[in-house]
């Protein structure tokens, strides 16, 4: 079964930074729109950003404009799509998945491939 595998999750104290990182197959994916959500606990899952096949104009939600940066690099076995995120705030701790789906953006349904998740903590 094709895999997204999440990394780069951790404890980081509020203003902090941190990188999480997606790896997926490249034969499977290289199609794929391939997005961050996350899930803090009691909340429904969100979304973050996203990055189409050619890692041109990424979406952001609201709060991750300008804080978070999302990358994709492609090569013919495996795709990264790494997750930048910078002055890190308390509610900003969530499990954070990476996602996968063809012609996907902002909304969950779209998507039908989904990672384990990455636990980001941030407090002070």
């Known amino acids: 079964q094709a895999q997204l595998v999440e990394s780069g999750g951790g404890w980081v104290q509020t203003g902090g930074s941190l990188t999480l990182a997606c790896t997926a197959s490249?034969?499977?994916?290289?199609?794929?729109?391939i997005a961050w959500f996350r899930q803090a606990p009691g909340q429904e899952r969100k979304f973050v950003a996203s990055?189409?096949?050619?890692?041109?104009?990424?979406?952001?939600a609201d709060f991750a404009r300008g804080r978070f940066t999302i990358s994709r690099k492609n090569t013919e076995a495996v795709i990264t799509v790494r997750l930048q995120m910078n002055s890190l705030k308390p509610e900003d701790t969530a499990v954070y998945y990476c996602?996968?789906?063809?012609?996907?953006?902002?909304?969950?349904?779209?998507?039908?491939?989904w990672g384990q998740g990455t636990q980001v903590t941030v407090s002070s």
């Open positions: 990055a189409s096949w050619s890692g041109i104009s990424p979406h952001y």
């Open positions: 996602a996968a789906g063809v012609g996907a953006n902002y909304y969950i349904d779209q998507y039908d491939h």
């Open positions: 490249g034969d499977t994916f290289s199609s794929h729109t």
